[in-house]
């Protein structure tokens, strides 16, 4: 028996077009993804604000943030 297989990935990205945007998406998802997680969640404060930060200097210089993303299959 002869298999043969082919691989397509496609390059895609997320595009935030504001750092607001992108905070939002970051404060309901990986924020909560850090390995030692406070009880009391006091971390989100510190990580949004630095997170914020450069996020917000990474829009001003490039219009947008984007996430860049491979699918394959």
Do not use: W
């Not at 990986?30 to 510190?46: C, F, L, Q, T």
């Amino acid at each position: 028996m002869v298999c043969s297989a082919e691989r397509h990935v496609l390059e895609r990205a997320l595009v935030f077009q504001t750092a607001e945007s992108k905070l939002c998406s970051y404060a309901t998802n990986r924020i909560d993804g850090i390995e030692v997680r406070p009880v009391d969640s006091d971390h989100r404060a510190r990580l949004l604000s630095l997170v914020g930060t450069r996020i917000e200097a990474i829009t001003r210089r490039e219009e947008a943030f984007r996430v860049a993303e491979s699918v394959g299959f």
